[in-house]
């Protein structure tokens, strides 16, 4: 108990540091420092466990840095920059573009593969317990004695099951097939 309320504090200080960082990047006007405040935005939602907040950060994170060599590239020809400083931005913001869109494409293929395990493990218990349950109904010696159902309701019960094992058991299948 005392390991999970210790989690559940460390993700509610997480979540607190992400939007400390996406209201510093809100309030940024350099849009280097804006992206670079949504990738740490970004990087705490991921560690709270928020993956779609987390994507979006990174996402956005890539667009500021986008938009940076062009605020240099104005501040440059109004005099308040180097051709140094134009070219340095570039490249750091270039970088720094390329790691946040390569950490958003990442994060889409965890929550991509967390999505695919979900569904084979209710495909498996549906195929388990569609097969299973078919089994008990169509042999009405075990069920239509104890629960008071004719042969008829029975074996109704039993095809349904039996279906249900079935399509469960084509999705499982189907899902195991497919690469990560």
């Known amino acids: 108990m005392d390991k ?30 804006s ?22 950060d990174y996402k956005k994170a890539a667009l500021y840095f986008d938009q940076a060599p062009e605020e240099t ?20 913001a270039s970088k720094a573009a390329l790691k946040a869109r390569r ?10 593969r967390e999505w695919r395990g979900l569904a084979g493990k209710v495909s498996a218990v549906a195929t388990i317990l ?3 349950g078919s089994l008990f109904f169509f042999s009405s010696n075990l069920t239509g004695n104890v629960i008071g159902l004719n042969q008829t309701s029975s074996n109704v019960i039993g095809a349904i099951l039996l279906s249900i094992g079935i399509v469960g058991a084509f ?8 690469p990560n």
Do not use: P
Not at 40 to 47: P, V
Not at 77 to 92: H, M, P, R, S
Not at 103 to 112: D, F, G, P, Q, T
Not at 171 to 178: E, L, S
């Open 4 to 33: 999970r309320q210790n989690s559940q504090e460390i993700r509610a200080a997480k979540r607190k540091e992400a939007r400390h960082y996406e209201s510093l990047a809100s309030s940024e006007t350099d849009s280097y420092r």
């Open 35 to 56: 992206g670079r405040d949504c990738m740490q935005a970004a990087k705490s939602w991921r560690r709270a466990g928020d993956y779609n907040r987390a994507l979006k």
């Open 73 to 92: 590239r104005e501040d440059m020809e109004a005099g308040n920059a180097t051709v140094k400083d134009f070219y340095f931005t570039t490249k750091i």
């Open 103 to 112: 950490n958003a494409e990442r994060l889409e293929k965890v929550k991509k």
């Open 130 to 132: 569609g097969l299973v």
């Open 171 to 178: 999705f499982y299948f189907v899902r195991r097939r497919q």
